[in-house]
């Protein structure tokens, strides 16, 4: 593709991606038909099944073969190596829960709405994610004493901004070196889903789900920071087009409800019946444990049971009886954790659409 036809596509990336106020495009629609949530009604179980754990596509899902696909690890390292899937399964492995959620999850909800994939409140799951520690390998690589930063790159391939790349994030030495920094390939004792990227991905727990690289095929040890689409441009909290901005690490403090009752089809408001309704959902984040989940009914707060969590790094189970009475109602739930973050009750704009964490509103019609 040539540099003319690249700067017409950023051209046109930048009218396209203005917020707006208007109904929903048809590049989000687009987006949307690829990627999708997990039903709010899978924050029943503990363990979300593969095929409703939300899911997030950048660009296309690459077939790769296992004859032929390896793991480089090089850069700035003692040893460069050079790693089969048996080669990274023969290592110890490490099972763990991990709630992952998208950074753009309730960017619909925004007003006015900026222009990406357009999520409500779905796109979270927690699996059950099978690995090996990261840190073990880099020390066996040995990381250069001016190694900055490790580069995961992803077989996935794409235009953004004008330019051609593959996805590919970056963390610091210090934040790749974490105990639970892993690469897993399986999830849910099964092996990975190509849409989950198989045959390896990365995962950071307790980040949003951006630097959880998928089809992981090469780890580069840096001595200057990494400056991909991906890390310096996409991902950061900022209040107009231009940056730097905040770049987007830690998953914000959320909770959410299993919408009670049953659904009117089209505006999905809810139906329950007068009486003792149990509310239940879940709660997670990034930035500390969750400590109290509170439930809105009408704008009066009250105090949620806590179960305890599910792992480190994953979302945690509240429940709280509502007694119903007839008439129609708003239920809102929101969580606090050990930061002392606690989610808002109105949204907290930011250009790109970022880490939303506005708390739940639930219309309910009680007969």
């Known amino acids: 593709m040539s540099n003319d036809h690249l700067k017409q596509v950023a051209a046109k990336t930048a009218v396209t991606g203005q917020p707006t106020e208007g109904p929903l495009t048809p590049e989000e629609l687009q987006l949307s038909g690829r990627n999708h949530s997990m039903p709010l009604e899978a924050l029943h179980d503990d363990i979300t099944p593969a095929g409703l754990h939300y899911l997030l596509i950048h660009f296309d899902i690459p077939h ?21 899937l048996e080669d990274i399964k023969a290592r110890p492995a490490v ?104 045959p390896l991905r990365l995962l950071v727990p307790g980040w949003y789900g951006m630097a959880s690289v998928k089809w992981l095929t090469s780890i580069e040890a840096v001595t200057s920071r990494f400056m991909g689409w991906q890390q310096s441009v996409a991902y950061h909290y ?77 979302w945690r189970s509240w429940s709280m009886v509502w007694v119903a009475s007839p008439g129609d109602h708003v239920l809102r739930c929101r969580a606090m954790d050990t930061s002392g973050a606690l989610q808002p009750t109105e949204q907290v704009w930011n250009y790109q659409g970022i880490g939303n964490n506005m708390a739940q509103r639930v219309e309910v019609t009680v007969r």
């Open 238 to 314: 900022l209040q107009g087009p231009d940056g730097p901005g905040i770049p987007v690490t830690h998953i914000r403090v959320r909770s959410l409800m299993v919408p009670p009752g049953i659904p009117e089809f089209f505006t999905r408001r809810r139906v329950v019946d007068a009486g003792p309704v149990m509310l239940h959902g879940r709660a997670w984040s990034g930035h500390g444990d969750v400590e109290r989940v509170e439930v809105g009914i009408d704008g009066e707060w009250m105090p949620a049971h806590l179960d305890a969590p599910l792992g480190d790094f994953a």
């Open 64 to 84: 790769l073969s296992l004859d032929t696909w390896r793991l480089r690890l090089g850069g700035a390292v003692d040893r460069a190596l050079e790693l089969s």
């Open 95 to 198: 099972t763990m829960p991990v709630t992952l959620e998208c950074a753009g999850n309730g960017r619909s909800l925004l007003q006015p709405r900026p222009l990406s994939q357009p999520w409500v409140l779905g796109a979270v799951g927690t699996a059950e994610w099978t690995g090996t520690p990261l840190a073990p390998l880099l020390e066996e690589a040995g990381l250069a004493s001016d190694a900055v930063e490790l580069v995961f790159t992803g077989a996935d391939n794409g235009i953004q901004g004008g330019a051609e790349e593959p996805y590919a994030r970056s963390l610091s030495v210090a934040e790749a070196m974490h105990p639970e920094v892993m690469l897993v390939y399986a999830m849910n004792g099964q092996p990975l889903p190509l849409q989950h990227g198989f």
